[in-house]
């Protein structure tokens, strides 16, 4: 089984300390936008997102409106010019606000984005490893793994089906936390 990476699909980081519910929307958001989301833990260093920016291409960066965040970005993209082979240098928005998320006027007849059938094997999302033992390596989660992770709740001791529930202290950067 090989991973399939769609061509010039945008990779589109979110390196920030947002709150659940606007990180997730965000995500969910680069995802509808048929773009693979790569979720970074802000505690890394610079040289550690340099290194996960690198290897897989990030096109977009979504940064949190901290000034630490920024920061971190900044430092990681000066690392990325020096020594990275990448073709360009991603770009840098901020991520929105949870006031930024929801329309106070609805527009009537909005347009969505065409779904787009993607294959199994395709690349959905990045999520990395702690970086404990050197650098970060990023861990690509296909379709396939995704659709298989969402079934968890159907199985195990306590019946999960048709329950509500969210668990806002994992960050969302993190494995269980996407979960």
């Given amino acids: 089984m090989s991973l399939i990476v769609p061509e010039k699909t945008p990779v589109v980081a979110i390196v920030s300390l947002s709150d659940t519910i606007t990180y997730f929307i965000t995500m969910m958001s680069i995802l509808r936008a048929n773009s693979i989301a790569f979720p970074i833990s802000p505690r890394n260093s610079a040289h550690a997102v340099a290194h996960l920016i690198s290897k897989v291409g990030v096109t977009l960066i979504l940064t949190g409106h901290e000034s630490s965040m920024q920061d971190l970005v900044r430092e990681a993209l000066d690392i990325v010019a020096i020594s990275s082979t990448l073709e360009n240098i991603p770009q840098v928005s901020l991520?929105?606000?949870?006031?930024?998320?929801?329309?106070?006027?609805?527009?009537?007849?909005?347009?969505?984005?065409?779904?787009?059938?993607?294959?199994?094997?395709?690349?959905?999302?990045?999520?990395?490893?702690?970086?404990?033992?050197?650098?970060?390596?990023?861990?690509?989660?296909?379709?396939?793994?995704?659709s298989e992770l969402s079934l968890i709740p159907s199985f195990g001791e306590q019946d999960l089906c048709d329950k509500i529930l969210s668990l806002h202290v994992m960050p969302m950067y993190h494995g269980m936390g996407i979960l």
Avoid: C
């Avoid at 006027?105 to 033992?133: C, F, K, V, W």
């Fill in 95 to 146: 991520e929105p606000l949870f006031e930024d998320l929801f329309l106070h006027d609805p527009i009537d007849n909005a347009e969505d984005l065409p779904l787009q059938r993607q294959d199994p094997e395709e690349i959905l999302m990045y999520i990395h490893s702690s970086g404990s033992t050197a650098y970060p390596k990023p861990i690509p989660w296909t379709n396939r793994r995704v």
